[in-house]
T-cell receptor, first 115, second 113 residues
Framework: NAGVTQTPKFRILKIGQSMTLQCTQDMNHNYMYWYRQDPGMGLKLIYY???????DKGEVPNGYNVSRSTTEDFPLRLELAAPSQTSVYFC??????????????FGQGTRLTVV | KQEVTQIPAALSVPEGENLVLNCSFT??????LQWFRQDPGKGLTSLLLIQSSQREQTSGRLNASLDKSSGRSTLYIAASQPGDSATYLC????????????WGAGTKLIIKP
């Protein structure tokens, strides 16, 4: 059981470049999330999705975009990368509250550096 | 606005000691609270989840308690081992918007052999 899989694990981008962080889960979870974690800080929600075709902004959405065409996949797109986007990015998934086990499951993270 | 605080930010104890990690939150209207473990360069592993109607959960040497009225949760680790060294994060799921977890910054725990 793979759980939540993120790729790539590491990436260095130049300022102004774009990239897509991939996330896929095999637990048939409706809810998926993207977080960023800056050093010494808690996780901040970037975007989330409650099902295929539905996405919404979290706390820190500026500079990012997402799509959710299938239940399994939730890619995060960075356009025009900036040094402020240097961070560790985590994808997570869960069942909605009241449906199945409510724990959130996380991918191993993508360490992104923008130079 | 819900805020989650974890104190201390770092803790170093000798192997074998029992220890307590603290998590406090400002809004008692929570759906659940979850404790996670984060190892360097790795993802987050869920340790324990406490629903808002529960007072505690146990898994092996770990025990998590929840006092909603005072906005506090503790993670008790018994007979600590060097393998327990990691960063421990708590997160609360808000009761009014069921998608969002609000996170503490974590406690970095070092268990000295």
């Amino acid at each position: 059981n793979a759980g939540v899989t993120q790729t790539p694990k590491f990436r260095i981008l130049k300022i102004g470049q774009s990239m897509t962080l991939q996330c896929t889960q095999d637990m048939n979870h409706n809810y998926m999330y993207w977080y960023r974690q800056d050093p010494g800080m808690g996780l901040k929600l970037i975007y989330y999705s409650v099902g295929a075709g539905i996405t919404d902004k979290g706390e820190v959405p500026n500079g990012y975009n997402v799509s959710r065409s299938t239940t399994e996949d939730f890619p995060l797109r960075l356009e025009l990368a900036a040094p402020s986007q240097t961070s560790v990015y985590f994808c997570a998934s869960s069942h909605p509250p009241g449906q199945g086990l409510p724990e959130a499951f996380f991918g191993q993270g993508t360490r992104l550096t923008v130079v | 606005k819900q805020e989650v605080t974890q104190i201390p930010a770092a803790l170093s104890v000798p192997e074998g000691e029992n220890l307590v990690l603290n998590c406090s939150f400002t809004d008692s209207a929570i759906y659940n609270l979850q404790w996670f473990r984060q190892d360097p360069g790795k993802g987050l592993t869920s340790l324990l989840l406490i629903q808002s109607s529960q007072r505690e959960q146990t898994s092996g040497r770990l025990n998590a308690s929840l006092d909603k009225s005072s906005g506090r949760s503790t993670l008790y680790i018994a007979a600590s081992q060097p393998g327990d060294s990691a960063t421990y994060l708590c997160a609360v799921r808000r009761a009014d918007s069921n998608y969002q977890l609000i996170w503490g910054a974590g406690t970095k725990l070092i268990i000295k052999p």
